[in-house]
T-cell receptor, first 111, second 116 residues
């Protein structure tokens, strides 16, 4: 089992819909969770961080963390074509400064 | 500067040559990370600096790879005797966090290395 798993996609949603991106992780002691967006040919850009169970909202983005089930998700409301990118999930094991990245999920928002 | 900068943006070299890749982190960020990313994959950790010292170099694939950060700011990743398998985008990131729990990282634009 990979340490951080994401469906590579692509996930295709219509403009205005909710996009749901999921990530599972293997280390039960993980404490820090991050979502990065990466446009084609560009570097990753941090969009959300979450550290405790539950939901965290920032504008159109909501991160959800469930440590018991070892998954973290990212919801994008009112999806726009400009949201089309690869979304990377990153997880820090407890006490570690080193994040492990998933391979990313490609999101396509079509008009 | 306002963000993390990396030079060069592109580097083409021949197999067996030596290359240096430079990273200038966000001013004041004590933590600096090097990653490499291949097409369709997430960033793969190489080395992490806290200040001037390499706190974790467990991701360096072999002894051809070396990195320094002599004054706790700019870092250089050095690759000796390059191989075609070293071709990738090399990413640098920096973080202000002093604790492991909250180390949100900010990435530079990357250096695309091509070994012919």
């Amino acid at each position: 089992q990979k340490e951080v798993e994401q469906n590579s996609g692509p996930l295709s949603v219509p403009e205005g819909a909710i996009a749901s991106l999921n990530c599972t992780y293997s280390d039960r002691g993980s404490q820090s969770f991050f979502w990065y967006r990466q446009y084609s040919g560009k570097s990753p850009e941090l969009i959300m961080s979450i550290y405790s169970n539950g939901d965290k909202e920032d504008g159109r983005f909501t991160a959800q963390l469930n440590k018991a089930s070892q998954y973290v998700s990212l919801l994008i409301r009112d999806s726009q074509p400009s949201d089309s990118a690869t979304y990377l999930c990153a997880v820090n094991k407890g006490g570690s400064y080193i994040p492990t990245f998933g391979r990313g999920t490609s999101l396509i928002v079509h008009p | 500067g306002a963000g993390v900068s990396q030079t060069p943006s592109n580097k083409v070299t021949e197999k067996g040559k030596y290359v240096e890749l430079r990273c200038d982190p966000i001013s004041g960020h004590t933590a600096l990370y090097w990653y490499r990313q291949s097409l369709g994959q997430g960033p793969e950790f190489l080395i992490y600096f806290q200040g001037t010292g390499a706190a974790d170099d467990s991701g360096l694939p072999n002894d051809r790879f070396f990195a320094v950060r002599p004054e706790g700011s700019v870092s250089t990743l050095k690759i000796q005797r390059t191989e075609r398998g070293d071709s990738a985008v090399y990413l640098c990131a920096s973080s202000a966090a002093g604790t492991a729990a909250y180390n949100e990282q900010f990435f530079g634009p990357g250096t695309r290395l091509t070994v012919l």
